[in-house]
């Protein structure tokens, strides 16, 4: 039974990683699954602190996946109506897969923008600044994920 928990884990760590560049898969939740399926395994042995610290972390981050793009549209100019519609977008390009979740944020600051009144380049620039935003959470969850599979791998083959 600890070798299929142990091999369940390691493919939610490799499906975390893939999660991170095909955004339909909940990145940093499916690592942190799997570092739970390892401690209750034999070859787990993390410390609560750990499992308590990157617990928090793994809310956080997967809350900021859904903000940081609106940052970006805020940080290239965009009013309030910019980061509205990054949001909306965010949350309705979910439901569109991964193409939905890419671009999603950045029609919806656009649109926003242009609700607001603003003009087409300006729009066009809140939207590139939510596409940079999703791109920085990205990288973030990618770091996080790529973290959890290391400190999976040390503690299941430090156990073999």
Do not use: H
């Not at 070798?3 to 884990?9: D, T």
């Not at 955004?23 to 399926?37: F, K, N």
């Not at 590139?128 to 599979?149: D, H, P, Q, R």
């Amino acid at each position: 039974m600890d070798i299929a928990l142990a091999v369940i884990g390691a493919v939610l760590m490799v499906l975390s990683i893939v999660g991170c560049i095909a955004p339909v898969l909940p990145s940093v939740p499916l690592a942190y699954i799997g570092i739970i399926i390892l401690q209750i395994s034999a070859y787990g042995d993390f410390s609560t602190s750990f499992l308590v610290i990157w617990a928090v972390l793994t809310v956080l981050l997967t809350a900021l996946s859904y903000v940081i793009p609106t940052l970006g549209t805020k940080k290239l100019g965009g009013s309030k109506y910019g980061e509205r519609g990054c949001f909306a977008g965010t949350v309705i390009g979910v439901f569109f897969g991964p193409l939905g979740i890419i671009i999603g944020p950045f029609i919806g600051a656009v649109a926003g923008e242009l609700l607001g009144g603003k003009e087409f380049e300006a729009a066009l620039k809140s939207g590139l600044g939510s596409f940079l935003g999703f791109i920085a959470s990205t990288f973030i969850n990618l770091l996080a994920c790529v973290a959890l599979s290391f400190f999976y791998f040390a503690e299941l083959f430090g156990k073999l």
